[in-house]
């Protein structure tokens, strides 16, 4: 029997905010003064991917490291907010204000504290929030399990009683590793991966369609799955391949 389902921890960027683009653009602009040129498979790279200023330290051939990345990049998120050029997704506050009505509600992102605070305020959301897990607040990130954990330690409930809503394979694999049910709203309507497509209890082509589906988990009139049982932090592959 499923447990009952108390807070919701949501991803961030491109779950809540539309940030895919500027974030991109921010790195391109880092990279550019360094010699390298911004390919379409480095924007790709960039989504949910936990360890992103490794990645974009990497293009710049060892003249940077992972400090100099974040705190370049994050001054220029900082300066996007405040000119208004990172908004939240069509419906993603009103998720968040009706998740709220039914529980705790947390953020678990791979962005740096200082951007994921300047956009929560800017966004009205930061007093809602019961816990905030940053880039920085784990060692291992998105897709292990840690952030999603450290979310559920922090408002002081098991995992299972923990909705995840995420947009991205690598977000969606951190979560149920971490023994959450997942709802999955991926970036743009994209395609989950097939390893991926398994593991989500509901999904919602977007925030605005996601508020029923939200509201039905929580109070239990929509029926999920039992979820995969993570094994040493890991989900194993399913026989079958359709979303959930």
Same mark, same amino acid.
């Given at each position: 029997?499923?447990?009952?389902?108390?807070?919701?921890?949501?991803?961030?960027?491109?779950?809540?905010?539309?940030? /895919?683009? $500027?974030? @991109?653009? +921010?790195? !391109?602009?880092?990279? &550019? *003064?360094?010699?390298? =040129?911004?390919?379409?498979?480095? %924007?790709?790279?960039?989504?949910?991917?936990?360890?992103?200023?490794?990645?974009?330290?990497?293009?710049?051939?060892?003249?940077?490291?992972?400090?100099?990345?974040?705190?370049?990049?994050?001054?220029?998120?900082?300066? /996007?907010? $405040?000119? @208004?050029? +990172?908004? !939240?997704?069509?419906? &993603? *506050?009103?998720?968040? =204000?009706?998740?709220?009505?039914? %529980?705790?509600?947390?953020?678990?992102?791979?962005?740096?504290?200082?951007?994921?605070?300047?956009?929560?305020?800017?966004?009205?959301?930061?007093?809602?929030?019961?816990?905030?897990?940053?880039?920085?607040?784990?060692?291992?990130?998105?897709?292990?399990?840690?952030?999603?954990?450290?979310? &559920?330690?922090?408002?002081?409930?098991?995992?299972?009683?923990?909705?995840?809503?995420?947009?991205?394979?690598?977000?969606?694999?951190?979560?149920?590793?971490?023994?959450?049910?997942?709802?999955?709203?991926?970036?743009?309507?994209?395609?989950?991966?097939?390893?991926?497509?398994?593991?989500?209890?509901?999904?919602?082509?977007?925030?605005?369609?996601?508020?029923?589906?939200?509201?039905?988990?929580?109070?239990?009139?929509?029926?999920?799955?039992?979820?995969?049982?993570?094994?040493?932090?890991?989900?194993?592959?399913?026989?079958?391949?359709?979303?959930?």
């Amino acid at each position: 029997m499923s447990a009952v389902l108390r807070a919701t921890v949501f991803d961030l960027d491109d779950t809540l905010i539309d940030t /895919a683009d $500027a974030w @991109g653009r +921010v790195c !391109a602009d880092f990279t &550019a *003064v360094r010699g390298h =040129r911004w390919r379409p498979q480095d %924007g790709r790279a960039l989504h949910g991917n936990g360890q992103w200023a490794s990645y974009v330290a990497g293009l710049c051939d060892g003249r940077v490291d992972t400090t100099d990345v974040v705190e370049a990049c994050t001054d220029a998120m900082v300066v /996007a907010c $405040a000119a @208004g050029q +990172v908004r !939240a997704l069509p419906g &993603a *506050v009103a998720l968040v =204000r009706a998740a709220r009505r039914h %529980g705790p509600v947390a953020v678990a992102t791979a962005s740096p504290r200082r951007f994921v605070h300047t956009v929560l305020q800017h966004l009205g959301l930061d007093g809602l929030m019961a816990a905030v897990v940053c880039g920085e607040d784990v060692t291992r990130a998105k897709p292990a399990p840690d952030p999603y954990l450290r979310a &559920a330690a922090s408002i002081g409930l098991a995992p299972a009683r923990c909705l995840a809503v995420e947009d991205s394979p690598t977000g969606i694999r951190s979560a149920a590793a971490a023994g959450m049910p997942v709802l999955a709203v991926p970036r743009r309507r994209m395609t989950l991966p097939a390893d991926v497509a398994h593991l989500p209890a509901a999904h919602a082509p977007d925030a605005v369609q996601a508020l029923p589906v939200l509201t039905g988990l929580l109070s239990g009139l929509v029926a999920r799955p039992e979820p995969d049982r993570p094994v040493n932090g890991r989900i194993p592959e399913a026989d079958t391949m359709g979303i959930r």
